[in-house]
């Protein structure tokens, strides 16, 4: 017998539990290049220098060390910018299907967490 297996919810915004009215939760954001492929759900750190949204860096001396966004869709963005939705307020999420960098702990994510938390995203 064959198993055919699938990654759950990984479509657009399927990291959302619910969120405010219209498109006040979202909003638009730059995706730094060199920032590679990166899916939805993928928690975001803020460039302070550019204004532009990197993978979250708890390691990081930039602004990306701190949660900022999450993104909305997928975006390939190794070699160019690219602009893409953000949720950016007011907006329940599934922790569990978040993405995060390779290597982030549990202490750093409940930290990012927090950050969100400041924004009005709130992990469930």
Request: aromatic share 4%; proline share 1%.
């Amino acid at each position: 017998m064959t198993i055919l297996e699938k990654e759950l919810r990984t479509g657009a915004a399927h990291y959302i539990v619910s969120e405010a009215n219209g498109y006040r939760s979202r909003g638009t954001g730059v995706i730094a290049s060199g920032s590679g492929v990166l899916k939805a759900g993928t928690v975001l750190g803020k460039i302070t220098a550019s204004g532009k949204y990197t993978l979250l860096d708890p390691d990081g001396e930039d602004g990306s060390e701190t949660a900022a966004a999450i993104l909305w869709e997928g975006c390939d963005a190794t070699d160019t910018d690219v602009t893409r939705t953000l949720t950016l307020r007011d907006t329940e999420v599934h922790a569990d299907v978040l993405h995060w960098k390779a290597g982030t702990t549990d202490v750093q994510k409940t930290a990012a967490l927090a950050a969100l938390a400041g924004a009005g995203i709130i992990a469930r």
